[in-house]
């Protein structure tokens, strides 16, 4: 079948939006190739939420991203690691994060100077007129 991710019919689009959500790309690459505790993964992951974060470790294993892993102790200790397919996701949006870290301070320099011309541009409207 040859899937179309510009169809929004097609499935690969969730796909994608899961893959694209913020929080998706962090904890993956936060995985990486260590199996990690709901708690490491939450303190390492700064402003998300608990429920959040449990939304996005569901969607991911349903995906099968990553698997849960409970082990029958008290009090209860849930692993969570990437499965082969998340290993290969990794890779991927390993390389964007990387970019982002590389590119930061040119985007920031750009936002700086589209924000100075748009802030110029509004003072010359509201002296014209």
């Known amino acids: 079948m040859n899937w179309n991710p510009y169809d929004r019919n097609c499935p690969t689009r969730v796909l994608l ?3 694209g959500d913020r929080w998706t790309v962090l904890v993956v690459v936060h995985l990486g190739s260590d199996t990690k505790r709901y708690t490491e993964i939450r303190n390492a992951l700064d402003g998300i ?3 959040v974060l449990t939304q996005t470790l569901r969607g991911l294993e349903r995906d099968g991203v990553i698997t849960r892993t ?5 009090p209860p200790r849930v692993d969570y690691a990437l499965t082969a ?3 290969d996701l990794h890779a991927t949006v ?4 990387l970019w982002a870290e590389q590119n930061i301070e040119v985007v920031l320099a750009a936002r700086e100077s589209y924000d100075a011309a748009a802030r110029a541009q509004g003072n010359a409207a509201v002296e014209s007129a």
């Open 94 to 97: 390993n390389q964007l994060t």
């Open 49 to 51: 939420s608990q429920k």
């Open 70 to 74: 409970v082990h029958a102790q008290v």
């Open 17 to 19: 939006d899961r893959i």
């Open 85 to 87: 397919l998340g290993r």
